[in-house]
């Protein structure tokens, strides 16, 4: 069944396996991917879809060092490369469009993160400098709330003119979406903040408004429940989800992909109340294979996968065949060169 091809709101896959999305940090030159990423992205062109690493849909969006960008024509012009190259691989390829929100530091972009609150995170985050405590984030005021959310809708179009199958909007793993949602992060006391209809609100709007400019087939959407990174906390997930997934399967998405919550019972709610595709993540489990077989016996349509695409660019070949997995280096996966990006080794297959 991973091997077998699966239409995706009329995109043909031909194999239900997903590769996830990675931050890479290679983008040195003004947030423009490079041919080096064309080549990345091309030589993982058998996976069923490729989902991007993060890009940014606006400099205020940026976490990082050195992520790629979606808000200017000469990012445009880059990713229009990585899209031709993987095309012509046979692949199909979206763009995470990922705001960090409060995850960031001003030695990495200019300027203070904004947050839905005045909120600082625990933890750190790598700059030029070294690793340095998240600063206080500014919060956004209502209407820079609904200017980031036409900013989601802006990225969505650029990324087609990029030549992009489609966008998926990151609202998981403690980015700006996934603040809005939470009980710390957000305070706000306007309509995008208290109730969990006012807090759904700023990820179901920004969905709206990318299904909107593009066509909602062309848009997919990443939940993590509970999930807890970037200092997040949410202890009414059991409601907030829910509600969520029910306002977002109105706009009859291409996709909804879920990082495995821990929790059986809410992942299947989730499922039951999802009417189109959902692609699963369950990092709990290590093993690619037993991932893709557990996840697709509990209801997943198709499976993604993140450290096994990395360090294996051909992995449903070597899948499919029972090979030996490469291990990915971690060490070289944020930042570099070629080293750990495009140099992994592929299967040496010889003809009788």
Known sequence: MPFSPFTLAGLQLPNRLVMAPMTRSRSYVDGIPSSLTALYYAQRASAGL??????????????????PGLHTDEQVAGWREVTDAVHAAGGRIFAQIMHSGRIGHP???????????VVRPAGQIFTPSGLQDYPTPRELTTAEAETTIQDFADAAARAVDAGFDGVELHGANGYLIHQFLSQNANL?????????DNRIRFGVEAARAAADR???????????????AGDLVEEDRHEVYPALVSELAELDLAYLHLVA???????????????????????SIGDPATRISHSLERGADLVSLGASFLANPDLPLRLRLGA???????????GGDHRGYTDYPVLALHSA
């Not at 030695?107 to 609150?117: E, K, Y």
């Not at 706000?188 to 969990?196: A, C, L, M, Y």
């Not at 919550?261 to 009417?275: H, N, V, Y």
């Not at 030996?324 to 944020?334: C, P, R, T, V």
């Open 324 to 334: 030996e997995l490469n291990q990915a280096d971690f060490g070289s996966a944020f």
């Open 261 to 283: 919550s821990g929790s059986d019972d809410l992942s299947g709610e989730i499922r039951k109340s999802w009417p189109n595709t959902l692609i699963v993540n369950d990092p």
């Open 50 to 67: 490729i989902i991007t690493e993060g890009v940014q849909p606006s400099q205020a969006g940026k976490g990082y060092m050195d992520t």
């Open 214 to 228: 593009i066509g909602s087939s062309r848009v997919g959407i990443r939940l993590s429940p509970g999930n807890g």
């Open 107 to 117: 030695d990495n972009t200019g300027a203070l993160p904004v947050g839905p609150s």
């Open 188 to 196: 706000r006391e306007d309509h995008f903040g208290g109730s969990v």
